[in-house]
């Protein structure tokens, strides 16, 4: 039986870069670098008081939300960035998903961990660890007591999923990833599936994260993950680099549509891009850092390449994970060269971390949203912060100034915590 093909029909993002793909763009070939001092919450004591945060007044976008909804977002990141996302594309949404059974659409979110801000709960902290035997289970108790299915803290991992289920009624499935870096990339990936094995005709895939809470960030900085302290803002995070030192922490939300290509024959939805083919592989080596062989990332983007039924030549451009640390970039650069062989001399790659940070379970959808662009308007952005490459034989490692290229098909690859790989290819349409 023929393979049903999967199309990307419509995607956005909200970006440290700019809340809707056009901004991101427009920042993009301005070379815009995200990086700030952090405003969200007090960094007094901390080393390191840098991120890329989204710095808009969100607001506006979900005023009119349900009163619950209103308050959860007051104490979830994660959620105001995924509704603001839903908010951006509400009416595109609405119209393309009128074109297919509640039954046969889905939804599935890559998000991060559920950590709330402490600085909201400070008081009542103190309070509860003076007073009470089980702190924690009074102080989330006290702010959820109230009936609905919105929490204020603690919220079911698939909260995103359901809001958006609900608000567009899917009701095939609602579907949640928690697999850290790699977690919004495979839930495209997933819902292609869900496509191909015929439970839904229509899906929305997607993802939300922030690591810019006193929690997140002091837990990521001392896994060592985070670049520490630099006297340059804007340079804090350089992939690639015989310097560099650590990622940046990042957030972002975005999603994408994707359908079955009967459905698209059905409906005449002109498509923006076919997905050709993916990988996706687990290294089973270490929670928090990759296989130094790169077999795992290797298998990931071999099966990519295999899958989609194109040659390696035939990649017009890779936007890579490169997180800027020192265990992730030599790692990747490995794998692509031992899959690629000579043919990656001629094919460009970059990453733009240094642009917009890490977001890490949205890093995948954000970076997607920009390979899309990018291959939408043939712009190649370059690694900002690349100076002294680690690896300069053998591959094109765009650096110092962008580039014009007609992509027409393009790789994008993100590689989590505990060795989650996921690689995806697309064409222009």
């Not at 009470?132 to 007591?145: A, R």
């Not at 015929?198 to 929690?215: H, P, Q």
């Not at 310097?243 to 990042?250: E, M, Q, Y």
């Not at 295999?306 to 794998?335: A, R, W």
């Amino acid at each position: 039986m023929k393979q049903q093909k999967v199309f990307v029909l419509d995607y956005d993002v909200v970006s440290p870069l700019g809340v809707g793909k056009s901004n991101v763009l427009s920042s993009l070939q301005n070379n815009v670098i995200a990086e700030t001092p952090i405003s969200r919450f007090i960094t007094d004591g901390l080393d390191n008081k840098i991120a890329c945060e989204i710095k808009e007044d969100l607001s506006g976008y979900y005023k009119n939300e349900h009163p619950r909804i209103l308050k959860a977002i007051s104490y979830d990141r994660k959620l105001e960035l995924a509704v603001t996302g839903y908010y951006l594309m509400e009416d595109r949404l609405k119209k393309l998903f009128e074109q297919v059974a509640p039954e046969r659409s889905g939804v599935i979110m890559g998000i991060g961990a559920d950590i709330f801000s402490v600085e909201l709960l400070e008081k009542d902290i103190i309070e509860y660890l003076q007073h009470s035997d089980d702190p924690l289970f009074e102080i989330i108790y006290k702010y959820n007591k109230t009936k609905g299915n919105i929490n204020i803290l603690v919220n079911p991992f698939d909260v995103t999923s359901i809001f958006f289920a609900h608000k567009l009624k899917l009701g095939a499935f609602q579907k949640s990833v928690l697999t850290a870096c790699a977690a919004s990339t495979q839930a495209i990936l997933l819902g292609c599936e869900a496509i191909r094995h015929n439970e839904a005709d229509m899906v929305i895939a997607g993802g939300t994260d922030s690591i810019i809470t006193t929690l997140s960030f002091i837990s990521f900085s001392k896994l060592g993950i985070l670049a520490p302290a630099n006297d340059q803002i804007g340079k804090t995070c350089k992939p690639f680099d015989i310097n560099r030192s650590g990622t940046i922490a990042g957030e972002s939300a975005g999603l994408c549509v994707i359908a079955g290509e009967e459905l698209v024959k059905k409906s005449g939805i002109e498509p923006k891009f076919e997905i050709l083919g993916y990988g996706n592989t687990l290294d089973a080596y270490k929670i928090t850092s990759p296989d130094p062989s790169g077999r795992g990332m290797m298998r990931s983007v071999a099966d990519a390449l295999q899958n989609s039924g194109v040659f390696s030549g035939d990649i017009d451009y890779i936007n890579l994970h490169g997180t800027g640390t020192h265990l992730n970039d030599p790692v990747e650069l490995k794998s692509l060269k031992d899959v690629f062989g000579e043919t990656l001399e001629n094919i460009p790659v970059s990453s733009t971390k240094d642009r917009h940070g890490h977001a890490i379970a949205a890093a995948g959808i954000q970076e997607f949203s920009i390979l899309c662009l990018c291959m939408e308007n043939n712009f190649i952005p370059c690694n900002l912060n690349l100076e002294k490459p680690i690896m300069e034989q053998g591959i094109d490692l765009v650096h110092s100034v962008n580039r014009k290229r007609i992509i027409n098909i393009g790789m994008t690859n993100n590689f989590g915590f505990g060795g989650v790989n996921t690689s995806l290819i697309i064409k222009k349409l």
